[in-house]
């Protein structure tokens, strides 16, 4: 299966990452779904990309499914979309990249602010953190920063799995505030 990792300008949804509802069912301990494996690998994809890139890594949605990451959307900068594949190889657990990337005419584009770049970066931050520390769960969790002011949201089956997933959050460089608006 395929996950993929939109980001659009600063908000980064992740229930957009799937298409349709996770499976409840939790990993055994020590193992990681292939739903958990997948996101956990194009969070790390994405991060990679907007540490390197900046905010020409904002118009870049990433997927993976298995070793391999589909990089779709624009950038404003013509080497960017060469690097962005070469950014992506350098992710662990990537083998092949199919880059789909643009350039796009910058001409009337309005730039990321160093901000946004910032919001993002803690988004896949904690997304990252959650992914691995509470698994599938974590699927289920929107998570928006803004100015070091992280928002989690979804429908969590179990109040100790949001509690932790708060916890965690929380625990995190750069969280000023986590707003807990977790069902």
Known sequence: ?????PILAAALSLTSLLGASPANAAAKPGTMSAEVSN??????????????LGADALGIAVSVSGETATLTGEVTKSPSQGLAEEV???????????????VKNAEGAVAASEASVKNVALEMKVKSILLT???????????????????LRGKLD????????????RSIKGVKKVVNLLG
Request: hydrophobic content about 40%.
């Open 158 to 169: 179990d109040s100790n799995t949001s509690n932790e997933a708060v916890k965690k959050t």
């Open 39 to 52: 996101a956990l690998g194009a969070t790390n994809v994405k991060a990679t990309l907007i540490d390197k």
């Open 133 to 151: 520390d509470i698994g599938t769960n974590a699927l289920k969790i929107e998570v928006e920063a803004v100015d070091g002011v992280v928002s």
């Open 1 to 5: 299966m395929k996950y993929s990792i």
């Open 88 to 102: 992506a190889l350098s992710v662990k657990g990537i083998k092949k990249v199919d880059n789909k990337v643009t």
